[in-house]
């Protein structure tokens, strides 16, 4: 069964930093693509970043280049969101998700597996 824990969100100023954790298990996670996602409050679920699973080739929506950094850990079955300078519309539940093969796609379709989120908020 799969299962994907996120962890590490919270409550952080403009400008701050949260560095999310999600430990999957379950599956051979080095052969899967992986993602985050976000769901902000009255709104649908956004695609933020992906990456493959070799950690090589890693792919962002436009609003969050260059302030946030998708990264993985095999050895751990890990993933990982660095968020810098965070802005008040980062507010969400940040979700991982498990691709259905090992190439990252901005289509949310291709995640089949997610886990329970955890919540960032960004605000003074």
């Known amino acids: 069964e799969v299962q994907l824990v996120e962890s590490g969100g919270g409550l952080v100023q403009p400008g701050g930093s949260l560095r999310l954790s999600c430990v999957a298990s379950g599956f051979t996670f080095s052969l899967y693509a992986m993602a985050w996602v976000r769901q902000a409050p009255g709104k649908g679920p956004e695609w933020v970043s992906g990456i493959n699973g070799n950690g090589r080739t890693t792919i962002y929506e436009d609003s969050v280049k260059g302030r946030f950094t998708i990264s993985r850990d095999n050895a751990k079955n890990t993933l990982y969101l660095q968020m810098n300078s965070l802005k008040p519309e980062d507010t969400a539940v940040y979700y991982c998700?498990?691709?259905?093969?090992?190439?990252?796609?901005?289509?949310?379709?291709?995640?089949?597996?997610w886990g329970q989120g955890t919540q960032v908020t960004v605000s003074s």
């Open positions: 998700a498990k691709s259905s093969v090992n190439r990252p796609s901005t289509i949310l379709e291709n995640y089949g597996s």
